[in-house]
């Protein structure tokens, strides 16, 4: 099966721009979930998406962020305007069944953002 | 809330040595425990998990981690590592609330630990 995907691999922006980032999960995969690592620090839970509806976002750092997963399959993460701490590698991971806990989840290579 | 620690940001060993990751955690609830290993340009994958049962869980390439509730740690071991172990270790742990709980994605991580395996 085809994994977890994500565009851009790198993205260069500057201060105040908006940039988009997409994980296509696992097909079939019902729960979304996106995290961040910011240079030098903790990866952390950002949100995560139980088909189209946000489950818990309560990682979300602020209103500058915004994510979207229409019809259950593809999500998108928007950034704008985007600020220097908002660099850093943003993962995408999808797992299949929300009861189960042996279901595991399933990562994708992540998108390194650069805010300059 | 969790939080974990992983007391090595980096750890270098020879080829064939033993190697031991250590992480402790905190939660005031029960928690799955998970390492993820992260190799160069990839994403995270996991490596092995405690969910319930035997305390010391095995990796299919060696690895292997005990739980122990007393000192609150779930540290990776592996008693000779080779070069293609070279990675970015990740403890992680989430609430453990059980079939139908939702929490099981939710990660909490730690730090990383950049494992360097020399010839």
């Known amino acids: 099966e085809a994994g977890v995907t994500q565009f851009p691999s790198h993205s260069v922006i500057e201060k105040g721009q908006t940039v988009t980032l997409r994980c296509d999960p696992i097909s079939g995969h019902d729960n979304l979930y996106w995290y961040r690592r910011v240079m030098g620090k903790e990866i952390k839970f950002l949100l995560h998406f139980v088909k189209e509806s946000k489950q818990d976002e309560s990682g979300m750092p602020n209103n500058r962020f915004l994510a979207e997963r229409t019809g259950g399959t593809y999500s998108t993460l928007k950034v704008q305007p985007a600020e220097l701490e908002d660099s850093g590698v943003y993962f995408c991971a999808s797992s299949q069944d929300r009861g189960r806990v042996n279901s595991p989840l399933h990562f994708g290579n992540g998108t390194r953002l650069t805010v300059t | 809330a969790q939080s974990v620690t992983q007391l090595d940001s980096q750890v270098p060993v020879f080829e064939e040595a033993p190697v031991e990751l250590r992480c402790n955690y905190s939660?005031?609830?029960?928690?799955?425990l998970f390492w993820y290993v992260q190799y160069p340009n990839q994403g995270l994958q996991l490596l092995l998990k405690y969910l319930s049962g035997s305390t010391l869980v095995k990796s299919i390439n060696g690895f292997e981690a005990e739980f122990n509730k007393s000192q609150t740690s779930f540290h990776l071991r592996k008693p000779a590592v080779h070069i293609s172990d070279t990675a970015e270790y990740f403890c992680a742990v989430s609430e453990a609330d059980g079939a139908g709980g939702t929490s099981y994605g939710k990660l909490t991580f730690g730090q990383g630990t950049i494992l360097t395996v020399h010839p």
């Open positions: 939660s005031s609830v029960s928690v799955y």
